[in-house]
């Protein structure tokens, strides 16, 4: 049996005094043809004798948000979907039933109203109600105005609320979608296809994570949720689509924290005929496009720093930024045992299917990657972390790939892509022995990926993005879950 405060049960009281003016309290449809925001922008430099002169009619819905009742008129302001407006409403322009009616209104009812945008005496653009039409009945007084959700599960838990209360909240989730379409239009523009490929696979692969597993009953099989898009888009490339890309949902089993969601949104793009070059381009092009689109700027104040997001960004090989940072030039160093010594002396772990690429990897993310605060295009990772790469031709211990670190955070990750089918066998192979060796984030052997490949895949190049950390880093936002609109939360005890 629910318990309901004294407030919910006085609101429950009033839907009986609605239905008995043969009203719905839960609404039907209403014509909207004006935004807060809009009239605004439209009116707000018109004196208000102006306004009289014009008497402009306009139509809005809304929460009401803010109530100050005062016999026979009243003031009250409506939240939209961009903004607020205050709305002045008097018995002597609506009818005595009507203003009734409003008098029942609580703060969080959505309400229609039709009218004569004028100004008060203070100079705030208002609209004089003519027509006051009840929408919905709100249950639930909304919390505290000046405090919103001070729980911050409780703010992701009951985002809807948090969108209610919170304007921050609700910009970002505008500026979300506005993102997506400009990396939409920017790669529609330059010829690259849109695609859609399964969440559901057999076979693990295209990254290095944990997935999440579940059971088809019809088929009797384990089948991961997808950790990454890359082999199906690959596939594409063989049969002839020369330049795609996939906007989705990847599902990675791993911790959560400021950055991590299990559950989360990734780009993958892949072009025929490019290479690691192409791909800073394009990287660079969607982010300053982005950031300009959204902002009408390249310049972003993120996390205490001043950074451009302007075309030009820095690039550097991982080994130099090491040396830079460490004084050990792993160039230099050629055998497993001097490298495995060498983390040993700077307290780093070598785990048990560790070679020396994993060590070169485990030095830059413990002295260098929390430092690079400028966009920077890191290149030249060991071939050991980057099973999907195309090797170095000069220097086979590396391959061509980079990743894009900004403020210490990665965004991209991006390689020449690895197109010969004998080495990416062997590459396969090579995961399967780290997994022996307690690798739970090595790759399966995909055999239909390397059948694929014999078939013959063009040389290409490929990236992936995180969009979740994308929207954070140009809405200002500081942890994931700002920008996901239901974030993965634990259920209430």
């Known amino acids: 049996m629910r318990e309901f405060t004294e407030q919910e049960l006085v609101r429950r009281e009033k839907i009986k005094k609605i239905e008995e003016l043969d009203i719905d309290p839960f609404g039907h449809k209403f014509d909207v043809t004006d935004l807060s925001q809009n009239i605004k922008e439209e009116f707000g430099n018109k004196t208000n004798e102006e306004l009289e002169s014009l008497k402009k009619i306009v139509t809005v819905a809304g929460r009401i948000m803010f109530i100050r009742k005062m016999g026979k008129a009243s003031f009250f302001s409506i939240k939209d979907k961009i903004g607020n407006i205050q709305v002045y409403i008097s018995i002597n322009d609506v009818e005595e039933q009507t203003y009734n009616l409003f008098k029942m209104a609580d703060i969080g009812d959505i309400v229609g109203v039709k009218g004569i945008v004028m100004k008060t005496g203070t100079g705030e653009i208002t609209i004089k109600c003519l027509e006051y039409t009840h929408l919905v009945k ?140 192409g791909m800073m381009d394009l990287t660079e092009g969607i982010i300053s496009n982005c950031a300009l689109t959204l902002n009408q700027s390249y310049e972003i104040d993120y996390l205490g720093h001043h950074i451009s997001l302007a075309p030009g960004f820095k690039k550097a090989h991982m080994v130099d930024l090491i040396k830079e940072k460490t004084g050990i030039d792993f160039f230099k160093i050629t055998s497993f045992d001097e490298a495995k010594k060498i983390a040993e002396e700077h307290d780093i772990e070598v785990e048990s299917h560790f070679g020396y690429g994993h060590i070169v990897n485990a030095f830059f993310e413990k002295f260098v990657e929390s430092t690079i605060i400028e966009p920077t295009f890191v290149f030249g990772h060991p071939v050991e972390i980057s099973p999907l790469a195309k090797k170095n031709a000069d220097d086979p211990r ?96």
């Not at 795609?244 to 599902?251: A, Q």
């Not at 307690?438 to 059948?451: C, S, T």
């Open 138 to 277: 709100s249950l639930k007084p909304l919390p505290e105005k000046y405090h919103g959700l001070s729980d911050v599960e409780e703010r992701f838990r009951r985002r809807y609320v948090d969108l209610i209360m919170n304007d921050d909240a609700r910009k970002i989730a505008f500026s979300r979608p506005k993102i997506i379409r400009a990396i939409q239009s920017y790669l529609d523009n330059l010829g690259y296809t849109e695609v859609e490929t399964p969440i559901l696979g057999t076979v693990l692969g295209g990254a290095a994570a944990r997935p999440f597993i579940t059971h088809h009953n019809t088929q009797n099989i384990d089948m991961y949720l997808r950790i990454a898009t890359e082999l199906n888009l690959k596939r594409l490339l063989v049969g002839g689509m020369d330049a795609v890309y996939e906007i989705g949902r990847l599902f990675r089993n791993e911790g959560m924290d400021r950055k991590h969601n299990p559950e989360f949104t990734t780009i993958e793009v892949y072009k025929a005929y490019s290479d690691l070059e």
């Open 398 to 493: 590396f391959t061509e790939r980079f990743e894009l670190f900004i403020l210490g955070s990665e965004y991209a990750n991006a390689f020449t892509e690895l197109n010969d089918p004998i080495d990416q066998y062997d590459r396969f192979e090579n995961q399967l022995k780290e997994k022996s060796l307690g690798n739970d984030e090595a790759n399966d052997m995909d055999i239909d990926f390397v059948e694929a490949l014999e078939y013959g895949m063009p040389p290409a190049g490929g990236m992936g993005m995180g969009i979740d950390r994308l929207v954070m880093l140009l809405t200002g936002a500081e942890t994931i879950r700002e920008v996901i609109l239901f974030p993965t939360m634990k259920p209430r005890d």
